[in-house]
């Protein structure tokens, strides 16, 4: 993972300068701190005086890094998909069709999800109160779901040889995977806008597992259009 930059840029776009490598694993045990306690007590149960106490800073330089819950736990969300993808690179996919590899992958990294229901919960309510002082963190998590859905697209799946490790959403920039070149960008868009839908359904209990997995499997179907 590239590191990104120590304080917060408020918003502005600008490119941050790389964090050093003490400032990044200052950044790792805040972010190690924010899941533990999303995962004891969901979003309410993430208080930044806590993460302070619990990752070894001090409330200022806490702030300095995530100036917010709401950035924390953003941040917090594309660190486990970071982690979801790599997973899954790891497993090769069954599915003969692009439709069914995007459906068979995004299942799992739901199933991922689901295995830590709290912090699902946190983080998806973290993304749904994002307003646009978190925008650069709300687009690198909407990047890596679309890594994610294009290395399930190109032949082989993720962990196809050559796939690299990330890719940005097509149309907000480059895009980069084993299937970057598939011409399915709006397909890529709808269905990253889907899951995350879901997840969001699921964390709020409308809708069960079965709903979950029959609504991935429908939306799926579009990159084979």
Known sequence: MTARAMPDDGGSGACPAPLTE?????????LRAGAELAARGGFDGVQMREVAE???VALGTLYRYFPSKVHLL?????????????SLRGRPLRGETAAER???TLIRAFHAFRGEPRLADAVVRALTFADRSV???????????????LDAV????PGAEGAPAVARVPGSGPASGSGA?????????????????????????????????????????????
């Not at 941040?75 to 486990?80: C, E, F, K």
């Open 181 to 225: 070149g598939c011409g399915c960008g709006s397909a890529v868009r709808v269905i990253g806008h889907a899951w995350h839908a879901v997840l969001v359904a699921w964390v709020s209990g409308r809708a069960s597992v079965a709903e979950v997995e029959a609504d991935i499997v429908t939306v799926s179907r579009l990159i084979d259009t």
């Open 102 to 104: 995007v459906a068979e």
């Open 54 to 56: 619990l990752s070894g």
């Open 74 to 86: 953003v941040a917090t969300m594309r660190d486990r998909l970071e982690r979801v993808h790599e």
């Open 22 to 30: 003490r400032q990044e694993e200052r950044r790792r045990r805040i």
């Open 154 to 157: 190109g032949p082989g799946g």
């Open 135 to 149: 925008s650069a963190e709300v687009e690198r998590v909407s990047s890596r779901t679309a890594a994610i859905i």
